[in-house]
């Protein structure tokens, strides 16, 4: 999995997969769209007005938590 952010555009996107030429993208919202295959995989998340999205509670920061290892990082994303 890969997160990038353009501050230019204020857009994250979560890369699950390569993306491949078969893929749709599907606006869920004015904030959100999600690349999916037409088997249902789904390839990447992309968030519009991404600051806004990613700040919430935890302050801009991207809390990883492994709940089988019991292991958290955090990632400062916005600052």
Do not use: C, H, W
Request: hydrophobic content about 35%; glycine content about 8%.
């Amino acid at each position: 999995m890969k997160l990038t952010y353009d501050p230019r555009r204020n857009i994250a996107y979560f890369r699950f997969k390569e993306r491949r030429e078969d893929v749709e993208t599907i606006r869920v919202s004015d904030g959100l769209n999600v690349d999916i295959s037409p088997d249902g995989t789904v390839y990447g998340v992309e968030l519009l007005n991404a600051n806004e999205q990613l700040q919430g509670s935890d302050d801009g920061t991207l809390v990883v938590v492994n709940e089988a290892l019991g292991e958290r990082r955090e990632i400062r994303l916005i600052g």
